[in-house]
């Protein structure tokens, strides 16, 4: 599952860096081009309107890459606990393919009692350091 995220993190901001790197020479492009025609005939054409909708355009991608980078997905992974019912030993492990709770999954190494798969649940792994 976090692999999927991080997938789609990475995703999003190559889109949005996109979108605000076009935004961007669209705007220089406009500036140029008004500058240019208001050279050659006396009056520039009116591009403004244009080129601010396009800042705004860029102004919201770049606060979406911003968004986008600082999400920290944590590390997951699938545990489940198996315990036994006479003498309360218990053990973790990764799920198996068809387990599911109170599945009876064997004998106690120390009693000889039935193990059973008491839960089943995601653990998030602590992160070692934050930039």
């Known amino acids: 599952m976090s692999e999927e995220l991080r997938k789609r993190r990475f995703q999003a901001i190559v889109f949005h860096t996109f979108i605000l790197v076009l935004s961007i020479i669209v705007v220089i492009i406009l500036t140029l081009l008004n500058l240019r025609l208001g050279e050659d005939t006396g009056e520039a054409p009116n591009l403004m309107p244009f080129q601010i ?5 860029a102004f919201y991608s ?3 890459v911003w ?3 600082k999400i920290r997905i944590p590390e997951m992974s699938l545990v489940e606990v198996l315990k036994c019912n006479k003498c309360g030993y218990v053990e973790k492990r990764r799920p198996q393919k068809g387990d599911f709770v109170f599945k009876k999954v064997g004998e106690c190494p120390k ?12 653990e998030v792994k602590a992160r070692k350091s934050e930039r």
Not at 53 to 57: D, V
Not at 111 to 122: A, L, M, Q, R
């Open 111 to 122: 009693c000889g009692g039935v193990i059973f798969i008491e839960s089943i649940y995601k």
């Open 62 to 64: 770049a606060m979406e």
């Open 53 to 57: 909708f396009i800042l705004i355009i």
């Open 67 to 69: 968004r986008y980078y």
